[in-house]
């Protein structure tokens, strides 16, 4: 069984910074690209970005990609977000994703939801 | 940036037919290839994809849950729709980097 448990969410200053993870298990986890989507509030979904199996390819929405860094750990079947430069239109729930060929996303998730907040 | 644009509300009756579109600000398909993509939200819930590459049904999806379209025009029809699938529904498209989402198109019961 496919799953993606995000972690590291919570409460945080304006400003701070804060990681995210996310653990892949239940597929062959370097195989995949993968990636990140957020949904503030009462909001849509929003795509941040994705990265490649071995990293080489990076790809963030324009607006995100000063403050936030995507990595993975193929050995920890691991995903990350980190977050910098953190201000009150970032409070949402991030969702890390699996994507398929043509960059669709098939398993999601369940979110982890962080705050910014003084 | 591509700009998806979706309805936001849809009002259906349950055993009706729904058709919730989306329109691309530029063509979203490479040859044959289309690259637009539906995903099902329900309150408190992750995301579920449904449809990938405009017509390709997601494992476990029931066949009431249809998708078509090429180039900007893209359709999600639901039919009948049952009581359960009162949801956002969101297009995504992954021609161009950055993918982008519509804004989501909430299907209530009239």
């Known amino acids: 069984e496919v799953k993606l448990v995000e972690s590291g969410g919570g409460l945080v200053q304006p400003g701070r910074s804060l990681k995210l993870s996310c653990a892949a298990s239940g597929f062959s986890f370097n195989d995949y690209w993968m990636g990140w989507v957020r949904q503030a509030p009462g909001k849509g979904l929003e795509w941040i970005g994705e990265?490649?199996?071995?990293?080489?390819?990076?790809n963030y929405t324009p607006s995100l990609k000063d403050k936030f860094t995507i990595s993975r750990d193929n050995a920890q079947n691991t995903l990350y977000l980190q977050m910098s430069k953190l201000g009150s239109e970032d409070t949402a729930i991030y969702y890390c994703a699996r994507a398929r060929r043509y960059n669709y996303f098939d398993y999601w998730g369940q979110g982890v939801m962080v705050t910014v907040s003084s | 940036d591509i700009v998806l644009t979706q309805s936001p509300v849809l009002a259906v009756s349950l055993g009706q037919r729904a058709t919730i579109s989306c329109r691309a600000s530029q063509s979203v398909s490479i040859s044959s290839i289309n690259l637009m993509h539906w995903y099902q939200q329900k309150p408190g819930q992750q995301p579920k994809l449904l449809i990938y590459?405009?017509?390709n049904l997601a494992s476990g999806i029931p066949a009431r849950f249809s998708g078509s379209g090429s180039g900007t025009d893209f359709t999600l029809t639901i039919d009948p729709v049952q009581a359960d699938d009162i949801a956002a529904y969101y297009c995504?498209?992954?021609?161009?980097?950055?993918?982008?989402f519509g804004a989501g198109t909430k299907l209530e019961l009239k």
């Open positions: 590459r405009a017509s």
């Open positions: 995504q498209q992954s021609r161009e980097s950055p993918n982008t």
């Open positions: 990265i490649n199996q071995d990293s080489s390819t990076i």
